[in-house]
């Protein structure tokens, strides 16, 4: 008896669950399979003159949006977000401003970085409507372009504007192309430290030149209770990761004065500046043993988790950690300088990480989508990206605003001007592959110089020098 | 039945260890769940929270449609499992009991759907579900997932029929049963075993899935708990005390399936009944 | 006998009636995928529009890639790491809970929650257990005295594989022990007592009547974890990224990384065809070890 009373409740089930489900299916019809990847006809809206527009207080859409708007008929935007918006307040007060100029919704949608493109790369191959506007970043941009996923925008760029922005900017044209506008544009190494653990080591301050990093990270690693286990250690750094390992080394070498996604125009990871980075991270590791073993394992996430707990006195980490440990146990036992530099008086080039917007090119709310990019890289969006939620951004305009004049480390920030973007196709296998080779390093199964050759061999293979 | 000592103790000390590896995770999940951020961060981890609070679940329910998540989780999950019971049970009995033409060979080409690494078919599903118009809706979800275990549904129980002897079959067909009633009433009890431990993975596995809920279902229509967990990871760090909250949510209605369903895996055949 | 042939031809036509819905909805479902994975395989993605290139992707993947190769080992030692010792413990978990009589219900229950978490969430659990400064597995290993130093579990160049088979181990045991208790549960308890009037001892008993009377269920078990093992991505995404210096590379994420961050969609495809044949070759092997024979 139970059993056959189990079968019909299975069955009445699976009945109210087809029902339930299957009246989600009108809702579906405005959004399967759309654009026809046609050429978008910028003439519709005056765009020019961008500069104008763009650095004003109070943004105003130009003129012809709201009617192209409207004869679009769209209601509603679909953004993919890096991450989840709970933490993105200032992408969400831009989001509503947008509303509130143009009557158009925005959908948000927050997908961790690792998700992003297992959910964006159907939507493209399927040429479906089903997303307007992208999160771009140096892992994805070069390839999306490439694929002819997303819309040119040269008509919102000119001279004149660009000069706006931090050069680094300039990185962002493909082939002489505009594909994007700039969301932040995040400084990505800054120094955090403890200053009780350095008082008590007896230092007054933070480290500036790597020779100090090295005397005062031994001095603070300690064994608290000598049982012969580490309790305190002087520093950490990120050896794993899909960008963080690479980018580490190319932050370091950028300080000897040598960029390595540009060395004459060509990718090259294996020149003695960039040996010479590889062999400090290794000595920090294994010789003078100032940091976890497992660090070749550690990327962002794991820094920050790390310096949080309270176990290292010392950790470089991009500037959004700020905000984290002003809410934290260590708000009043922390602060954060410039990192150090190869020497006293070397090259103080910085690594700035590029997060933009693109258009799909099947989106069917172009113009709105477009209203929605303009904002967001204008005086107003990026203002709020800063002052709300300590993003560093490539407007230079918007730094001088009383609300950005209030975020805490902005005097760190002063002492930086000089920065790199770099984005190019393969960027991402190339990172691959040396994160892999740093870590071999690391281990110590190859020497500073054969693991970097390697990699440079693999890197030829890869962009086919 | 005699069982030495040694062999007691064994037995115990078995389950103990597989006890204690198996649940510690989970136990950690919930105590992380219940700390503070400061708590989660500090030098020594603490095995049970010092100061204990909820606020982490009050913090992801907010603006987050947790109830919807579960909902859709239910529904998906308990559509799959029972299209997979209907028609599983049924092509079972089939392939069990009947001998036709390529019995064998598509036994075993049932097995190739299984087969295909998920992340190569996300494209191909995603332009299906498409042209189905069923995009974002769990009808999309109820298919993805019977795809992919009605065949092992299948499979298991056809190993289960075939244990039923055709004797006992026969002897009440020859009683005047006709093929329903043999079936429902002698075939299909006997199987049961296999039929319910099929049953109990269809449903788990599917309430776990994740990879087609992400890309087939962006929004909370048809988005389920499992990619809904992660939904607060941010772009630079976990939130580990709201990931354990979320973790606990997402599988709470799990065990309290476990809990009902697990005693039907035993249920049925005990000594005797195979004599008639 | 007309009578019989009749009989046997309406009752084969009645069995494939029985198989075809399954099979037609598994049909629809599986044809166009697998064409379209096979069509992408032999384009090239380095132009916009794609570019035809045949079976180059394949010569390219066995014959030039030396990665393939090698990730092709670390899958290997990944599934047998993983299934062996997750077989081995569900066995005897299985076999414990089959006779214990107390409390069946409950202990049952226990040892299938850990099962009841989503694969991702539980990956990122593990990550933070086993984390060398924070992590709960250190912090309870030194103060058990069994390490005197902290360990990096997800940076150890030859251990990390086998932490990492482990975890999977985690998720798989009870999918196997679910298995293996339903089909211990159609082993006949006279069996038993025979053997024990004849003088076999537990070991014997095993070998003689559980194992064989097991065969199938231990072939689907088996069977079916190793494939799941061999593409699953989780685990090793989560905790290494194929880390250290990819040692914990494994076939599947490298077919992640062609899809996703190369955007190599055709090379990929043609990694994902070339997988199947090795799951495909994996279940021939496993049929063939443990030949399950018809019962009764």
């Given at each position: 008896?139970?059993?056959?009373?189990?079968?019909?409740?299975?069955?009445?089930?699976?009945?109210?669950?087809?029902?339930?489900?299957?009246?989600?299916?009108?809702?579906?019809?405005?959004?399967?399979?759309?654009?026809?990847?046609?050429?978008?006809?910028?003439?519709k809206?005056?765009?020019?003159?961008?500069?104008?527009?763009?650095?004003?207080?109070?943004?105003?859409?130009?003129?012809?949006?709201?009617?192209?708007?409207e004869?679009?008929?769209?209601?509603?935007?679909?953004?993919?977000?890096?991450?989840?918006?709970?933490?993105?307040?200032?992408?969400?007060l831009?989001?509503?401003?947008?509303?509130?100029l143009?009557?158009?919704?925005?959908?948000?949608?927050?997908?961790?970085?690792?998700?992003?493109?297992?959910?964006?790369?159907?939507?493209?191959?399927?040429?479906?409507?089903?997303?307007?506007?992208?999160?771009?970043?140096?892992?994805?941009?070069?390839n999306?372009?490439?694929?002819?996923?997303?819309?040119?925008?040269?008509?919102?760029?000119?001279?004149?504007?660009?000069?706006?922005?931090?050069?680094?900017?300039?990185?962002?044209?493909?082939?002489?192309?505009?594909?994007?506008?700039?969301q932040?544009?995040?400084?990505?190494?800054?120094?955090?430290?403890?200053?009780?653990?350095?008082?008590?080591?007896?230092?007054?301050?933070?480290?500036?030149?790597?020779?100090?990093?090295?005397?005062?990270?031994?001095?603070?690693?300690?064994?608290?209770?000598?049982?012969?286990?580490?309790?305190?250690?002087?520093?950490?750094?990120?050896?794993?990761?899909?960008?963080?390992g690479?980018?580490?080394?190319?932050?370091?070498?950028?300080?000897?004065?040598?960029?390595?996604?540009?060395?004459d125009?060509?990718?090259?990871f294996?020149?003695?500046?960039?040996?010479?980075?590889?062999?400090?991270l290794?000595?920090?590791?294994?010789?003078?043993?100032?940091?976890?073993?497992?660090?070749?394992?550690?990327?962002?996430?794991?820094?920050a988790?790390?310096?949080?707990?309270?176990?290292?006195?010392?950790?470089?980490?991009?500037?959004?950690?700020?905000?984290?440990?002003?809410?934290s146990?260590?708000?009043?036992?922390?602060?954060?300088?410039?990192?150090?530099?190869?020497?006293?008086?070397?090259?103080?080039?910085?690594?700035?990480?590029?997060?933009?917007?693109?258009?799909?090119?099947?989106?069917?709310?172009?113009?709105?989508?477009?209203i929605?990019?303009?904002?967001?890289?204008?005086?107003?969006?990026?203002?709020?990206?800063?002052?709300?939620?300590?993003?560093?951004?490539?407007?230079?305009?918007?730094?001088?605003?009383?609300?950005?004049?209030?975020?805490?480390?902005?005097?760190?920030?002063?002492?930086?001007?000089?920065?790199?973007?770099?984005?190019?196709?393969?960027?991402?296998?190339?990172?691959?592959?040396?994160?892999?080779e740093?870590?071999?390093?690391?281990?110590?199964?190859?020497?500073?110089?054969?693991?970097?050759?390697?990699?440079?061999?693999?890197?030829?293979?890869?962009l086919?020098? | 039945?005699?069982?030495?000592?040694?062999?007691?103790?064994?037995?115990?000390?078995?389950?103990?260890?597989?006890?204690?590896?198996?649940?510690?995770?989970?136990?950690?999940?919930?105590?992380?769940?219940l700390?503070?951020?400061?708590e989660?961060?500090?030098?020594?981890?603490?095995?049970?929270?010092?100061?204990?609070?909820?606020?982490?679940?009050?913090?992801?329910?907010?603006?987050?449609?947790?109830?919807?998540?579960?909902?859709?989780?239910?529904?998906?999950?308990?559509?799959?499992?029972?299209?997979?019971?209907?028609?599983?049970?049924?092509?079972?009995?089939?392939?069990?009991?009947?001998?036709?033409?390529?019995?064998?060979?598509?036994?075993?080409?049932?097995?190739?759907?299984?087969?295909?690494?998920?992340?190569?078919?996300?494209?191909?599903?995603?332009?299906?579900?498409?042209?189905l118009?069923?995009?974002?809706?769990?009808?999309?979800?109820?298919?993805?997932?019977?795809?992919?275990?009605?065949?092992?549904?299948?499979?298991?129980?056809?190993?289960?029929?075939?244990?039923?002897?055709?004797?006992?079959?026969?002897?009440a067909?020859?009683?005047?049963?006709?093929?329903?009633?043999?079936?429902?009433?002698?075939?299909?009890?006997?199987?049961?075993?296999?039929?319910a431990?099929?049953?109990?993975?269809?449903?788990?596995?599917?309430?776990?899935?994740?990879?087609?809920?992400?890309?087939?279902?962006?929004t909370?229509?048809?988005?389920?708990?499992?990619?809904?967990?992660?939904?607060?990871?941010?772009?630079?760090?976990?939130?580990?005390?709201?990931?354990?909250?979320?973790?606990?949510?997402?599988?709470?209605?799990?065990?309290?399936?476990?809990?009902?369903?697990?005693?039907?895996i035993?249920?049925?055949?005990t000594?005797?009944?195979?004599?008639? | 006998?007309?009578?019989?042939?009749?009989?046997?031809?309406?009752?084969?036509?009645?069995?494939?009636?029985?198989?075809?819905?399954?099979?037609?909805?598994?049909?629809?479902?599986?044809?166009?995928?697998?064409?379209?994975?096979?069509?992408?395989?032999?384009?090239?993605?380095?132009?916009?529009?794609a570019?035809?290139?045949?079976?180059?992707?394949?010569?390219?993947?066995?014959?030039?890639?030396?990665?393939?190769?090698?990730?092709?080992g670390?899958?290997?030692?990944?599934?047998?790491?993983?299934?062996?010792?997750?077989?081995?413990?569900?066995?005897?978990?299985?076999?414990?809970?089959?006779t214990?009589?107390?409390?069946?219900?409950?202990?049952?229950?226990?040892?299938?929650?850990?099962?009841?978490?989503?694969?991702?969430?539980?990956?990122?659990?593990?990550?933070?257990?086993?984390?060398?400064?924070?992590?709960?597995?250190?912090?309870?290993?030194?103060?058990?005295?069994?390490?005197?130093?902290?360990?990096?579990?997800?940076a150890?160049?030859?251990?990390?594989?086998?932490?990492?088979s482990?975890?999977?181990?985690?998720?798989?045991?009870?999918?196997?022990?679910?298995?293996?208790?339903?089909?211990?549960?159609?082993?006949?308890?006279?069996?038993?007592?025979?053997?024990?009037?004849?003088?076999a001892?537990?070991l014997?008993?095993?070998?003689?009547?559980?194992?064989?009377?097991?065969?199938?269920?231990?072939?689907?078990?088996?069977?079916?974890?190793?494939?799941?093992?061999?593409r699953h991505?989780?685990?090793?995404?989560?905790?290494?990224?194929?880390?250290?210096?990819?040692?914990?590379?494994?076939?599947?994420?490298?077919?992640?990384?062609?899809?996703?961050?190369?955007?190599?969609?055709?090379?990929s495809?043609?990694?994902?065809?070339?997988?199947?044949?090795?799951?495909?070759?994996?279940?021939?092997?496993?049929?063939?070890?443990?030949?399950?024979?018809?019962?009764?």
């Amino acid at each position: 008896m139970a059993k056959k009373a189990l079968t019909i409740l299975l069955l009445l089930l699976v009945g109210v669950s087809l029902v339930f489900a299957g009246g989600q299916q009108e809702k579906e019809m405005k959004e399967e399979a759309g654009g026809s990847g046609t050429v978008y006809d910028a003439s519709k809206v005056q765009w020019d003159p961008n500069h104008e527009r763009i650095v004003a207080k109070d943004y105003r859409v130009p003129a012809g949006a709201k009617e192209a708007i409207e004869a679009e008929g769209s209601t509603e935007i679909v953004v993919y977000n890096w991450g989840d918006l709970s933490w993105d307040p200032a992408t969400l007060l831009n989001g509503s401003m947008f509303t509130r100029l143009t009557d158009v919704q925005v959908q948000f949608v927050g997908t961790p970085d690792e998700q992003m493109t297992p959910k964006l790369q159907p939507l493209f191959m399927a040429k479906s409507g089903a997303v307007d506007i992208v999160p771009l970043d140096e892992t994805n941009y070069a390839n999306y372009v490439s694929r002819g996923w997303l819309e040119e925008v040269d008509f919102l760029w000119d001279d004149e504007t660009m000069s706006e922005y931090h050069s680094g900017l300039q990185a962002t044209v493909l082939d002489g192309h505009y594909y994007s506008v700039p969301q932040v544009g995040r400084i990505i190494d800054v120094l955090y430290y403890r200053p009780s653990m350095l008082k008590a080591a007896g230092y007054d301050g933070p480290p500036e030149t790597w020779e100090e990093l090295v005397e005062m990270a031994q001095a603070l690693t300690i064994d608290k209770n000598n049982d012969g286990q580490v309790d305190q250690w002087g520093f950490a750094f990120k050896g794993g990761g899909v960008l963080d390992g690479a980018q580490l080394i190319k932050a370091k070498s950028l300080l000897l004065g040598v960029n390595p996604d540009d060395v004459d125009g060509k990718v090259k990871f294996n020149t003695p500046e960039t040996i010479r980075v590889v062999q400090l991270l290794m000595d920090l590791r294994n010789k003078y043993k100032v940091v976890p073993p497992g660090v070749t394992a550690y990327q962002h996430g794991d820094i920050a988790d790390f310096f949080l707990s309270g176990n290292v006195a010392m950790v470089i980490d991009p500037t959004y950690l700020y905000a984290r440990c002003m809410e934290s146990e260590l708000a009043d036992d922390f602060d954060v300088a410039v990192q150090p530099l190869a020497f006293k008086g070397g090259p103080t080039t910085q690594i700035q990480h590029w997060n933009g917007w693109g258009l799909s090119k099947y989106s069917e709310n172009k113009t709105a989508a477009l209203i929605y990019m303009d904002i967001y890289r204008s005086y107003q969006g990026q203002v709020n990206e800063f002052a709300i939620e300590n993003n560093e951004v490539f407007l230079k305009k918007a730094y001088e605003d009383p609300k950005s004049k209030l975020v805490g480390y902005n005097d760190v920030l002063a002492q930086i001007d000089d920065t790199v973007v770099d984005v190019y196709q393969g960027q991402g296998e190339v990172y691959k592959a040396v994160i892999a080779e740093l870590q071999k390093a690391l281990l110590e199964s190859k020497t500073a110089e054969e693991a970097m050759n390697d990699a440079q061999k693999r890197i030829d293979k890869i962009l086919g020098y | 039945m005699q069982v030495s000592r040694t062999t007691k103790i064994l037995r115990v000390l078995v389950l103990v260890f597989y006890l204690v590896f198996s649940l510690f995770p989970i136990y950690w999940m919930f105590i992380t769940s219940l700390k503070t951020d400061k708590e989660v961060y500090i030098e020594n981890p603490t095995y049970y929270p010092h100061n204990p609070t909820f606020e982490n679940y009050r913090s992801i329910y907010e603006g987050r449609p947790y109830a919807a998540y579960t909902l859709n989780s239910i529904l998906i999950t308990f559509g799959t499992t029972g299209a997979c019971i209907v028609f599983g049970t049924i092509a079972a009995y089939g392939f069990s009991r009947f001998r036709f033409f390529g019995n064998k060979t598509l036994r075993y080409s049932l097995l190739i759907s299984r087969v295909f690494p998920p992340i190569s078919l996300i494209v191909p599903f995603f332009m299906i579900i498409g042209w189905l118009r069923l995009y974002d809706t769990k009808m999309a979800n109820i298919i993805v997932n019977t795809y992919m275990w009605l065949p092992f549904f299948i499979w298991i129980t056809i190993g289960f029929f075939d244990t039923v002897p055709k004797e006992l079959e026969e002897s009440a067909q020859i009683d005047g049963a006709s093929r329903f009633q043999t079936f429902f009433r002698i075939s299909m009890p006997l199987a049961l075993p296999g039929i319910a431990a099929a049953s109990i993975i269809t449903f788990l596995e599917t309430w776990k899935e994740f990879l087609y809920n992400l890309v087939l279902s962006p929004t909370s229509n048809a988005k389920n708990l499992s990619v809904g967990a992660s939904d607060f990871i941010a772009d630079m760090f976990i939130s580990w005390e709201q990931m354990g909250a979320g973790a606990i949510i997402a599988s709470i209605p799990a065990f309290i399936f476990v809990i009902f369903f697990q005693k039907y895996i035993v249920q049925g055949l005990t000594a005797g009944s195979v004599k008639g | 006998m007309a009578n019989q042939s009749d009989k046997f031809i309406k009752d084969s036509l009645f069995g494939f009636l029985l198989v075809l819905p399954a099979l037609l909805l598994l049909f629809l479902l599986v044809v166009f995928p697998v064409i379209y994975v096979l069509y992408l395989s032999t384009l090239s993605f380095d132009t916009t529009p794609a570019h035809f290139v045949g079976l180059k992707h394949y010569a390219e993947l066995l014959t030039n890639d030396s990665f393939f190769w090698i990730f092709f080992g670390h899958s290997m030692q990944y599934v047998v790491f993983a299934i062996g010792s997750a077989f081995f413990v569900a066995l005897l978990v299985a076999l414990s809970l089959n006779t214990i009589n107390k409390f069946q219900g409950t202990l049952r229950t226990f040892a299938l929650w850990c099962w009841a978490v989503p694969p991702v969430i539980a990956s990122l659990m593990w990550k933070w257990m086993l984390n060398d400064t924070n992590g709960a597995l250190n912090d309870i290993l030194l103060k058990l005295g069994v390490i005197h130093q902290q360990v990096a579990w997800l940076a150890l160049p030859h251990w990390t594989m086998i932490i990492l088979s482990q975890v999977h181990a985690w998720t798989a045991i009870p999918f196997i022990m679910v298995i293996l208790l339903a089909g211990l549960q159609a082993i006949p308890v006279e069996l038993y007592e025979v053997a024990s009037i004849d003088g076999a001892n537990g070991l014997q008993k095993f070998r003689t009547i559980t194992y064989p009377l097991l065969r199938t269920s231990v072939l689907t078990s088996v069977m079916l974890s190793s494939i799941f093992a061999f593409r699953h991505i989780d685990i090793v995404f989560t905790l290494t990224k194929g880390g250290p210096g990819e040692a914990t590379e494994l076939l599947v994420t490298y077919l992640y990384d062609n899809a996703f961050n190369y955007m190599k969609i055709g090379y990929s495809a043609a990694l994902s065809i070339i997988m199947v044949f090795i799951s495909m070759v994996i279940v021939f092997l496993l049929v063939k070890l443990i030949r399950p024979q018809e019962q009764y």
